[in-house]
C-alpha cells in the first residue's frame, strides 16, 4: 500500500500530493490583485470552505446548495463548469454561519473523486460525473458542524467522522464503498462544544505507513489495514480543529478549547505519553489551520492571525509576528502551504501573505482579494487556486493568457 500516486502538478486533495502542505513543485506566483495576474475567477453558488482538488486539466470543487450537496468539476484551463453531481442532503443539518455546508474538501487518484458531506454521507464519483458508490454513515450533528476531509492510498479511503455525539475513523475500500473497519472514538455523551474537525495524515514511519489521527485528548498512529492502534499519546485536550503534521521523526497537533499542542516522537508502540513527547505547550495556541515543516521548523498561523516559527525539537517560538494586511479579517482558519522556499497563508479578509520559509522573518509579498475565505490554498503547474466565498480563483500560471475576474469561465 501507499499513497496516491499524485504526479507533479496534481494537488489531490485538502493539504497536496503528501497530505502535509508541501508541493512538489518549486514555482507559484508571488504577485496578483483583482485585475493583475489573473487567469481566471468563477462565480460560485455559495459561500463555501473546502479546498479545491486539482487533477491533469480538472480541478474538484465541494458545494453546499439548500438540502443538496454538490461536487463540481471545471476546466482549469478557463474555469468552465464541466459537470455537477448533486447528491441530497438532510433537511436539516446545523452548523454555523461561518461554516456552510459542503465543508470538508475532496480527494481524488485520477479515477475517482470521493467526498464527504456530513449526514449525506460519504460519496465516489468517476472522472465523468458518474456516480459510483455512496455510504451512509449516519448523522453527524454538531453546532459548528463538520470539517474534516477524506484521505485516500491506493486501496482505501480513510474519514475522522464527527464531531459530536458519534464520533468515529472509519476506512472504506475506494472501489466498492465497503467499509472495512471502524475505530469508536471517546465520546462522553452527547457533546455540542468539543470534538475533533481533524483530517487524518498518512506518513511513513520506520518503512511502514500509519494512519495519524487526532481525538479526544490524545492522538494516535493506526495501522491502515486493520484500524490497530499502534501508539497513542494523550494531552491534546478535547478538541481539535487543526491536524497531524509530520516531518524530521516528529507529528506535531495542536488542539484548541481546553487543549495543547503535542509533538510526539514517531517510532513507539503503545503508550507513549511519557517515552515519546518532545515537547508540550499548554494552554494551546489556538490554531484551526494546520502548520508546515521545513527545515526543523514548523510554520503555523493562529486563529487570531499570528503567524509563527517554532523550532520543532523544542516547541520554542523562533518568531511570532501579526500577518500584515489584515484587510477586512485578519483572522486566520486555512491553513499554510509551502512551494519551494516560500510559505503562502491566505486570511479570512483574502489577504496572502508570502514569507520565505527562514528563521528570520521575512515577508515577500502581500495580494488582495477582498473576498472571504477559509478554504487553504492549492497549486498546481504553477498555478494557484484560491477558493473564496464569492468565486473561485484561478492565479499566475506560465502558459495561456492572463484575463481579469468574472471575464472567462464565469457564469
Known amino acids: ?139 453527524q450533528e454538531h453546532r459548528f458542524g463538520y470539517g474534516s476531509s477524506p484521505v485516500m492510498d491506493d486501496r482505501r479511503v480513510y474519514l475522522n467522522f464527527g464531531p459530536g455525539s458519534r464520533e468515529f475513523v472509519v476506512a472504506v475500500d475506494k472501489r466498492t464503498g465497503r467499509e472495512v473497519w471502524r475505530v469508536e472514538g471517546p465520546v462522553p455523551g452527547a457533546d455540542d462544544t468539543y470534538g475533533t474537525w481533524s483530517t487524518p495524515l498518512l506518513a511513513e514511519v520506520e518503512g511502514r505507513w500509519q494512519l495519524l489521527v487526532a481525538l479526544r485528548d490524545h492522538v494516535a498512529g493506526l495501522n491502515p489495514d486493520s484500524g490497530h492502534t499502534i501508539w497513542q499519546a494523550r494531552g491534546l485536550g478535547l478538541q481539535a480543529k487543526a491536524s497531524p503534521v509530520a516531518g524530521g521523526g516528529v507529528v506535531v497537533v495542536a488542539g484548541d478549547l481546553r487543549g495543547a499542542e503535542l509533538a510526539i516522537r514517531l517510532g513507539g508502540r503503545g503508550d507513549v505519553t511519557d517515552t515519546h513527547r518532545v515537547w508540550r505547550e499548554s494552554p494551546a495556541r489556538s490554531r484551526i489551520g494546520t502548520g508546515v515543516i521545513h527545515e526543523g521548523h514548523l510554520y503555523g498561523a493562529r486563529a487570531n492571525g499570528i503567524l509563527d516559527c517554532l523550532d520543532l525539537e523544542t516547541g520554542e517560538p523562533v518568531w511570532s509576528e ?60 504553477g498555478e494557484l487556486f484560491i477558493r473564496t466565498w464569492q468565486a473561485l480563483w484561478c492565479l499566475g500560471g506560465t502558459d495561456g493568457p492572463t484575463t481579469g475576474p468574472g471575464t472567462s469561465g464565469s457564469r
Open 1 to 139: 500500500m501507499g499513497m496516491i500516486g499524485a504526479g507533479w502538478g496534481d494537488w489531490p486533495a485538502w493539504r497536496g500530493p503528501s497530505g502535509d502542505g508541501r508541493s512538489l513543485e518549486t514555482e507559484a506566483p508571488l504577485r496578483w490583485s483583482r485585475t493583475e495576474n489573473v487567469r481566471w475567477r468563477v462565480a460560485l453558488p455559495g459561500p463555501g470552505n473546502s479546498t479545491p482538488a486539482v487533477w491533469g486539466d480538472t480541478v474538484f470543487l465541494t458545494q453546499g446548495a439548500g438540502t443538496t450537496r454538490v461536487v463540481t468539476a471545471l476546466d482549469r484551463r478557463n474555469g468552465r463548469v464541466r459537470w455537477n453531481l448533486g447528491v441530497p442532503g438532510v433537511a436539516r443539518e446545523r452548523t454555523q454561519r461561518s461554516n456552510p455546508a459542503g465543508s470538508s474538501s475532496p480527494v481524488t487518484d485520477g479515477e475517482r473523486v470521493v467526498a464527504w458531506f456530513g449526514s449525506a454521507g460519504l460519496v465516489a464519483v468517476d472522472m465523468e460525473g458518474r456516480g459510483l458508490w455512496r455510504l451512509d454513515l449516519g448523522r
Open 322 to 381: 501579526r500577518m500584515p494586511g489584515a484587510g477586512a479579517n485578519g483572522a486566520i482558519w486555512s491553513s499554510p502551504m509551502l512551494v519551494g522556499d516560500r510559505i503562502y497563508v491566505v486570511n479570512q479578509g483574502g489577504d496572502t501573505v508570502v514569507i520565505r520559509a527562514s528563521p528570520r522573518f521575512e515577508v515577500l509579498a502581500v495580494n488582495a482579494l477582498d473576498e472571504v475565505v477559509n478554504a487553504s490554498p492549492a497549486v498546481s503547474r
